[in-house]
């Protein structure tokens, strides 16, 4: 499976940049260099299915689809045991276009099992960016506290001041 930080990777490649969404897997070359790196094989199909299932991940992390709607992104993969290396290992059978997507998915799936509320987006409502909050209490807000948090306290603190001389 690719590992969570490729997943968060994967996720926030839909960035707000100067006030309009940018889309790092869009651009055809671009992308398929992101799946390479990722051990894809940078094929038009394998980045199709990538990116639909990047979207379907962001808005089931975002509450706003139903996890069944990643079902599609499984119907081909089969786990299956191998214990060659001297240890039981799941080895996914899935098609090499579907690879990646699956991988994300089964990641996500994991992520929910293992450490349920940990993946979320970005408290900031202008920012489209995820986080995994890897903290001990679970409290982490923002994708970035250099970006996003300092923004949105210089935000609440700009209002509370606001306030204070309207009052």
């Given at each position: 499976?690719?590992?969570?930080?490729?997943?968060?990777?994967?996720?926030?490649?839909?960035?707000?940049?100067?006030?309009?969404?940018?889309?790092?897997?869009d651009d055809?070359?671009?992308?398929?260099?992101?799946?390479?790196?990722?051990?894809?094989?940078?094929?038009?199909?394998?980045?199709?299915?990538?990116i639909a299932?990047?979207?379907?991940?962001?808005?089931?992390?975002?509450?706003?689809?139903?996890?069944?709607?990643?079902?599609?992104?499984?119907?081909?993969?089969?786990?299956?045991?191998?214990?060659?290396?001297?240890?039981?290992?799941?080895?996914?059978?899935?098609?090499?276009?579907?690879?990646?997507?699956?991988?994300?998915?089964?990641?996500?799936?994991?992520?929910?099992?293992?450490?349920?509320?940990?993946?979320?987006?970005?408290?900031?409502?202008?920012?489209?960016?995820?986080?995994?909050?890897?903290?001990?209490?679970?409290?982490?807000?923002?994708?970035?506290?250099?970006?996003?948090?300092?923004?949105?306290?210089?935000?609440?603190?700009?209002?509370?001041?606001?306030?204070?001389?309207?009052?």
């Amino acid at each position: 499976m690719i590992p969570e930080d490729a997943l968060l990777e994967l996720l926030n490649t839909t960035p707000m940049v100067g006030g309009a969404v940018q889309d790092a897997l869009d651009d055809g070359d671009e992308g398929r260099a992101w799946t390479r790196q990722h051990g894809g094989t940078g094929s038009t199909a394998e980045l199709r299915h990538l990116i639909a299932a990047r979207d379907a991940l962001q808005d089931v992390v975002r509450g706003n689809a139903d996890a069944a709607c990643l079902g599609e992104f499984l119907t081909e993969a089969r786990s299956v045991p191998d214990i060659s290396t001297g240890r039981l290992e799941w080895i996914l059978h899935t098609p090499a276009d579907m690879r990646l997507a699956s991988e994300a998915v089964l990641t996500w799936a994991t992520l929910q099992e293992n450490r349920p509320g940990r993946l979320r987006p970005c408290a900031n409502p202008q920012c489209r960016r995820f986080l995994l909050d890897r903290s001990k209490p679970n409290t982490a807000r923002w994708c970035s506290m250099a970006e996003c948090g300092n923004r949105m306290k210089a935000r609440r603190h700009y209002q509370r001041a606001k306030d204070a001389q309207t009052s």
